[in-house]
């Protein structure tokens, strides 16, 4: 099975930042797409970001776009994202996704990490 593992959550005040970091147990032809996806408590699961690991093509969501940047080091299979600017309404648990297509649909992935919370305030 492919796992991936999250870290790089916490609190912090409305203003700042955070890296968040995934880590894929292993590379398949089924993670080539990796993203981010977040949950707030009553509501829908939402895209954030994703990228295509065998480049460097990215989807943000409108709520986040200028504030946050998904990186890759393939060496690692480790996903990053940079959340800057940070907003109360960014609380969420953050989870770490990977699939087969490139966008912004939970539906288009497969493997899911555990999820790392972050906190605004």
């Known amino acids: 099975d492919v796992q991936l593992v999250e870290s790089g959550g916490g609190s912090v005040q409305a203003g700042g930042s955070l890296r968040l970091s995934c880590t894929a147990s292993?590379?398949?032809?089924?993670?080539?797409?990796r993203g981010w996806f977040r949950q707030a408590p009553g509501k829908e699961r939402e895209g954030v970001a994703t990228?295509?690991?065998?480049?460097?093509?990215?989807y943000y969501a409108d709520s986040v776009k200028g504030r946050a940047i998904i990186s890759q080091d393939n060496a690692t299979n480790t996903v990053y994202l940079q959340l800057n600017t940070l907003k109360p309404e960014d609380t969420a648990t953050y989870y770490c996704a990977a699939g087969t297509l490139h966008s912004l649909n939970s539906a288009h992935f497969d493997y899911w990490g555990q999820g790392t919370q972050v906190t605004v305030s």
């Open positions: 292993a590379y398949t032809y089924s993670t080539r797409f």
């Open positions: 990228i295509y690991t065998g480049g460097e093509d990215t």
